[in-house]
């Protein structure tokens, strides 16, 4: 079995191991679970600044209400369709001269599961197409988690450059 989950929708599933399966097998594998009473769903894009292949949008149909947390911190959720999409990406109509300070983009990591501790299998830096044969591969009871994450941009196109401390606020 290959655990999923995608933070931010609430969404955990394990799916069937597949010598091979790539992240994107098991984001295809969980999209195909009907019935659970949370459907999966997910709409690949193709970023052309980097020539990167990941998810644009993840959504999650829950059937019913639910509640995530314990004791005094539970909360309530309604039914229905929960969506997380990128911004990077450029979406259909968007301007691609947007200079909005953050752009959100998916992430993921590929844990193996060895007697019960989460090892950490995709160390790159780089972006990596969640179809890559090599470095996308997510190993038999292993666990693969997605996060959507605000990145700052500079004033440039680029990324932003690390602050560099003032020095009168530092303490001597």
Known sequence: MI?????????S?????????TVKDVLRAAAMQK???????FVPATNSK?????????????????????GARIRRYAAGNYTLAESFANPDGADPEDKAPFYSV????????????????????????????????????GKVVWRLVNIRRNSDEGL?????????????
């Open 3 to 11: 655990q999923l989950r995608v933070v931010g929708l609430f969404y």
């Open 13 to 21: 599933t394990e799916v069937e191991y597949q010598p091979g399966n």
């Open 35 to 41: 019935g659970t009473g949370k459907d999966f769903s």
């Open 50 to 70: 980097f020539n990167f292949e990941g998810p644009r949008s993840m959504t999650v149909k829950f059937d019913a209400p639910f509640t995530r947390g314990s």
């Open 106 to 141: 998916w992430q993921y990591y590929i844990f193996d599961i060895v007697n019960g501790d989460h090892i950490l299998r995709n160390f790159s830096n780089a972006f990596v197409d969640y179809d890559d044969k090599q470095n996308a591969v997510v190993p038999e009871n």
């Open 160 to 172: 932003a450059e690390p602050e560099t401390p003032d020095a009168s606020t530092q303490n001597a």
